[in-house]
């Protein structure tokens, strides 16, 4: 799952929310030097990142991109997803995307202290450009995934990841919403175990 999906499945908690947020940037124990709720919201990602790793709808969707993009084939599945996500989020919230968004960017804001230093130089552009946002149209997952695959020297190829999308298009969407239903139930029974 990337950014969306993970600030969505934590809960109302903000703490949570930015420590789910900003866990990929935090290695091993280092997790530990953060407030406890932040480091609620980094053992959530973890947890969640296992659990759509091993499952074997989300294996069915990187299975389309395995070929052509290898190893980066999940985390493009992440971004589409978190597309699908965006683009029905009127399914899973009755707060418009925009919205929720908005809180999130002042929430980072606040709390802006206790955000890792990865986070820190990231917030500006994601707000900036508002990322979560722009995951609603193909456009969007697009500039992003161009991005991405500057930042891995053009060698991922993920800026042609769309085309896969736009060949795929029903048959990732089902799958997410299949995928997604389970995730939520996880999510929401991991958050009650923390």
Same mark, same amino acid.
């Given at each position: 799952?990337?950014?969306?999906?993970?600030?969505?499945?934590?809960?109302?908690?903000?703490?949570?929310?930015?420590?789910?947020?900003?866990?990929?940037?935090?290695?091993?124990?280092?997790?530990?030097?953060?407030?406890?709720?932040?480091?609620?919201?980094?053992?959530?990602?973890?947890?969640?990142?296992?659990?759509?790793?091993?499952?074997?709808?989300?294996?069915?969707?990187?299975?389309?991109?395995?070929?052509?993009?290898?190893?980066?084939?999940?985390?493009?599945?992440?971004?589409?997803?978190?597309?699908?996500? @965006?683009? *029905?989020?009127?399914?899973?919230?009755?707060?418009?995307? %925009? =919205?929720?968004?908005?809180? #999130?960017? !002042?929430? +980072?804001?606040?709390?802006?202290?206790?955000?890792?230093?990865?986070?820190?130089?990231?917030?500006?552009?994601?707000?900036?450009?508002?990322?979560?946002?722009?995951?609603?149209?193909?456009?969007?997952?697009?500039?992003?995934?161009?991005?991405?695959?500057?930042?891995?020297?053009?060698?991922?190829?993920?800026?042609? @990841?769309? *085309?896969?999308?736009?060949?795929?298009?029903?048959?990732? %969407? =089902?799958?997410?919403?299949? #995928?997604? !239903?389970? +995730?939520?139930?996880?999510?929401?029974?991991?958050?009650?175990?923390?």
């Amino acid at each position: 799952m990337n950014f969306l999906a993970h600030i969505y499945l934590s809960g109302d908690n903000d703490l949570i929310k930015i420590g789910n947020f900003m866990a990929d940037g935090i290695r091993g124990k280092h997790f530990e030097s953060y407030p406890l709720e932040i480091q609620k919201g980094i053992i959530l990602h973890r947890a969640i990142d296992t659990f759509t790793d091993a499952h074997p709808i989300f294996r069915q969707s990187t299975k389309k991109l395995h070929e052509k993009y290898h190893h980066y084939a999940g985390v493009i599945v992440d971004v589409f997803y978190d597309h699908f996500l @965006a683009k *029905n989020w009127n399914t899973y919230s009755d707060e418009r995307l %925009e =919205d929720f968004v908005a809180r #999130f960017y !002042q929430s +980072l804001q606040d709390n802006h202290i206790i955000l890792s230093e990865r986070t820190k130089g990231m917030m500006p552009y994601m707000i900036e450009h508002n990322w979560l946002v722009s995951y609603q149209t193909v456009e969007g997952i697009n500039r992003i995934l161009t991005q991405m695959d500057q930042r891995t020297k053009n060698e991922s190829k993920m800026r042609f @990841a769309t *085309n896969e999308l736009s060949e795929f298009y029903l048959e990732f %969407e =089902d799958e997410f919403t299949n #995928f997604f !239903q389970e +995730l939520i139930l996880f999510s929401n029974t991991k958050i009650t175990t923390l």
